[in-house]
């Protein structure tokens, strides 16, 4: 069973950054695709940002281009989310998610993740 632990959240005043990590146990880290995503409250879980098993292949949602950035580190079994230019709207819990079936484009569909991490809390003032 793959474990995965979000940290790096907190609290930030808007235009400032946050680095997010994901480490992940328990499975073949390598062979999966990653992605984060987030949930604000009220409001359903929403893409962010996904990377391929290799690190060769990301995805980005709209809102987060150019200001967010996905990385992984295979030999260390961690994903990373950076977030520059932080707004009020990007306040949300951010999850991490494991994909088993390491496809050629990383998914932007919660439903195809099949392990998923409790989440780290981001909050950005105005």
């Known amino acids: 069973q793959v474990q995965l632990v979000e940290s790096g959240g907190g609290l930030v005043q808007a235009g400032g950054s946050l680095r997010l990590s994901c480490a992940a146990s328990?499975?073949?880290?390598?062979?999966?695709?990653m992605g984060w995503f987030r949930q604000a409250p009220g409001k359903e879980r929403e893409f962010v940002a996904a990377?391929?098993?290799?690190?060769?292949?990301?995805a980005y949602a709209d809102s987060v281009k150019g200001r967010f950035t996905i990385s992984r580190d295979n030999a260390k079994n961690t994903a990373y989310l950076q977030m520059n230019s932080l707004k009020p709207e990007d306040t949300a819990d951010y999850y991490c998610?494991?994909?088993?079936?390491?496809?050629?484009?990383?998914?932007?569909?919660?439903?195809?993740?099949?392990?998923w991490g409790q989440g780290t809390q981001v909050t950005v003032s105005s």
């Open positions: 998610a494991a994909d088993r079936s390491s496809t050629f484009t990383p998914s932007r569909y919660p439903g195809n993740y099949d392990y």
């Open positions: 328990g499975g073949t880290f390598s062979r999966y695709d």
């Open positions: 990377i391929s098993w290799s690190g060769g292949r990301n």
